[in-house]
């Protein structure tokens, strides 16, 4: 079956980076795009980002110029790279990926940010 999980979280430093990974399995990784959502607590689910499956990536207002998706279909793996990192990128990250009109969700990685 499909899954995937995410990981790369951790505590930063307002104004630092992380990059978190994305791994696919159960699929045929390369022809799918992959989104990358955020959920603060107390809101909405929000979509951060997507990147197709050739490669053409799309962004969020507040993370363009900071974020950036990338991916390795040799590696299953998709990548957010987050760098000026604000107190409001705070958030457990979470990828998705849709095929046959079902979307399969990681379990998500906590991001948080000490201003």
């Known amino acids: 079956q499909v899954q995937l999980v995410e990981s790369g979280g951790g505590l930063v430093q307002a104004g630092g980076s992380l990059r978190l990974s994305c791994v696919a399995s159960?699929?045929?990784?390369?022809?799918?795009?992959i989104a990358w959502y955020r959920q603060a607590p107390g809101k909405q689910r929000e979509l951060v980002g997507i990147?197709?499956?050739?490669?053409?990536?799309i962004y969020e207002d507040s993370v363009k110029g900071r974020f950036t998706i990338s991916r390795d279909n040799g590696k299953n793996t998709v990548y957010l790279q987050m760098n000026s990192l604000k107190s409001e990128d705070t958030a457990v990250y979470y990828c998705?990926?849709?095929?046959?009109?079902?979307?399969?969700w990681g379990q998500g990685t906590q991001v948080t940010v000490s201003s």
């Open positions: 159960g699929v045929i990784f390369s022809v799918h795009t």
């Open positions: 990147i197709t499956r050739g490669g053409s990536t």
């Open positions: 998705k990926l849709s095929r046959d009109g079902r979307d399969y």
